[in-house]
């Protein structure tokens, strides 16, 4: 079974510094990569995707995601965080067989930003 | 553009009693989803549906139903609800399943069963 660890589950940075939120995936074939966010109170929204291709991948609000096969990773970064990046982070993936089950999540990462 | 809309936003609950959370998308998506989020959790998926007609078990689907309605709609239910069922509910949908993967949530329904 698939399944998502983001070792982190809180992490503090400096307004203006870089992030890099960690996420491990386990599945046996290529995997579908995800990255939402949740600000507080509401749903989770899109940040980017890993279907195929180049492994970095560009997504919104200026973050961006490289995905790692020979360690199984997809690690988020963004140059310069923002106070408006306090959020929580899920990395999630999906099952690229075909199947209709949706996406496994990790348990989140809280970004908190100091200022 | 609505998206997902989950109703109600908020409940409270005694234990035992019943209720329906509704769900509905207007992005003509064939899979919507059942998802539960508690602290230290991450999203837990209870039920879904690939496509109308068609209703599928998830993680922790005890204690829950599920009724696909129609295309657009999927409610979930709690028939004798539990404190262990105090969570924020979450609604999703998806074009076509796995093959895109993509998830569009609602805002959530938070649930409190005391």
């Known amino acids: 079974a698939q399944s998502v660890t983001q070792p982190d589950i809180h992490i503090t940075v400096s307004e203006g510094a870089s992030l890099e939120l960690r996420c491990n995936y386990s599945?046996?074939?290529?995997?579908?990569l995800f990255w939402y966010v949740q600000s507080p109170g509401q749903g989770l929204q899109l940040l980017l995707k890993y279907f195929s291709g180049d492994t970095l991948v560009q997504g919104i609000k200026g973050f961006e995601a490289e995905f790692k096969r020979s360690q199984s990773s997809f690690n988020l970064r963004k140059p310069s965080v923002h106070w408006s990046d306090a959020a929580e982070y899920f990395c999630a993936v999906g099952y690229s067989g075909g199947g209709a089950d949706g996406l496994t999540f990790g348990k989140g990462t809280h970004l908190i930003i100091q200022p | 553009n609505a998206g997902v809309t989950q109703t109600p936003k908020f409940q409270v609950l005694k234990t035992g009693q019943s209720m329906t959370l509704q769900c509905a998308q207007d992005?003509?998506?064939?899979?919507m989803y059942w998802y539960r989020q508690d602290p230290g959790m991450g999203l837990r998926l209870i039920y879904y549906s690939a496509s109308e007609g068609t209703t599928d078990k998830g993680e922790v689907p005890n204690g829950y139903n599920v009724s696909r309605l129609n295309k657009r709609e999927f409610s979930l239910r709690l028939e004798s609800a539990a404190p262990s069922q105090t969570s924020v509910y979450f609604c999703?949908?998806?074009?076509?399943?796995?093959?895109?993967?993509?998830?569009?949530f609602g805002e959530g329904s938070r649930l409190t069963v005391l």
């Open positions: 999703a949908s998806s074009l076509a399943g796995g093959l895109s993967g993509e998830l569009f």
């Open positions: 992005m003509n998506h064939n899979s």
């Open positions: 599945y046996g074939a290529t995997p579908y």
